[in-house]
Nanobody, 118 residues
Framework: QVQLVESGGGLVQAGASLRLSCAASGDTFANYAMGWFRQAPGQGREFVAAITSRGGNLRYTPSVKGRFTISRDMAMNTLYLQMNSLKPDDTADYYC???????????WGQGTRVTVSS
């Protein structure tokens, strides 16, 4: 079992930056690939970014590539999402996820809300 707790969301203006954090506890953090997903109001949940279990490979959805950076701190059991040049279209609830295969996550956090005003 893995427990995931996100933090760092908030209300910002377009062009601002935010850093989301996801603290993991329970099973060994290094066993799992990690990812960020988001769900905008009235929309389905979509993939944002992923990082492999040891951090060697990163993947992003095209709309955030070059603006968002996913990383993980193995010592702190924490996943991050640095979000720069935020746009109103980035407004969503952001969820941290963990899994052996991040395309089918086994564990989810409760979400943190990001609102970007124009």
């Amino acid at each position: 079992q893995v427990q995931l707790v996100e933090s760092g969301g908030g209300l910002v203006q377009a062009g601002a930056s935010l850093r989301l954090s996801c603290a993991a506890s329970g099973d060994t953090f290094a066993n799992y690939a990690m990812g960020w997903f988001r769900q905008a109001p009235g929309q389905g949940r979509e993939f944002v970014a992923a990082i492999t279990s040891r951090g060697g490979n990163l993947r992003y959805t095209p709309s955030v590539k070059g603006r968002f950076t996913i990383s993980r701190d193995m010592a702190m059991n924490t996943l991050y999402l640095q979000m720069n040049s935020l746009k109103p279209d980035d407004t969503a609830d952001y969820y941290c996820a963990a899994g052996i295969d991040i395309s089918n996550p086994e564990y989810w956090g409760q979400g943190t809300r990001v609102t970007v005003s124009s």
